[in-house]
């Protein structure tokens, strides 16, 4: 069994339409479906808003409380 690029349902190793969503799948080079990773760069976006968001959220606690 593989699996739907879009929705990761189960799929035949002769479906050319995902059971679940209905899209039609095509076969990568390999002739496996695979999920594809998230780029480094989306990864360290997402580090970096995590991080920001975490110092105004205690930024915005930490004067609430006059501490600064």
Not at 2 to 21: F, I, L, R, W
Not at 45 to 60: N, P
Request: proline letters at 6%; a positive charge.
């Amino acid at each position: 069994m593989n699996e739907c690029p879009y929705c990761y349902a189960k799929v035949g190793p002769q479906d050319s339409v995902c059971p679940k969503c209905g899209r039609e799948i095509e076969r990568w080079q390999t002739g496996f479906y695979t999920r594809q990773p998230l780029g480094t760069k989306k990864k360290t976006a997402v580090r970096v808003v995590l991080v920001i968001a975490v110092l105004v959220v205690v930024g915005g606690f930490a004067r609430a409380c006059h501490l600064f």
